[in-house]
């Protein structure tokens, strides 16, 4: 199982950006999906996640700007950005939690490679 992620990119403040993730391989389920980013010299913190059941958990910093949205059928999470801010500079990482495959009785997790969010002032 992979994790691809994409849409990131430098945007101006105030503006916006969308990213997203797609789980391939042979999946039967994921429980949770979410999103991670890490600044420069700073800890990876939580951003946002969507279980199952479509209930979200997001940081204050972003609540009221991001919205995380999945897409079961395609294996998909996505990160709508808005009103950006500097700060929102950093690597956002996806990432994809309790995975269970077609045969399997475990679940685990799996980290998506990270993609670069750059908010001009």
């Known amino acids: 199982v992979q994790l691809q992620a994409s849409g990131g990119g430098l945007v101006q403040a105030g503006g916006s950006l969308r990213l997203s993730c797609t789980a391939s391989?042979?999946?039967?389920?994921?429980?949770?999906m979410g999103w991670y980013r890490q600044a420069p010299g700073k800890q990876r913190e939580l951003v946002a996640t969507?279980?199952?059941?479509?209930?979200?958990n997001y940081a204050d910093s972003v609540k009221g700007r991001f919205t995380i949205l999945r897409d079961n059928a395609k294996n998909t999470v996505y990160l709508q950005m808005n009103s950006l801010k500097p700060e929102d500079t950093a690597v956002y990482y996806c990432?994809?939690?309790?995975?269970?495959?077609?045969?399997?009785?475990?679940?685990?997790?799996?980290w998506g490679q990270g993609t670069l969010v750059t908010v001009s002032s």
């Open positions: 990432i994809a939690k309790q995975i269970y495959v077609r045969g399997g009785t475990l679940g685990f997790d799996r």
């Open positions: 969507i279980n199952s059941g479509d209930i979200t």
């Open positions: 391989g042979n999946i039967f389920r994921i429980n949770d």
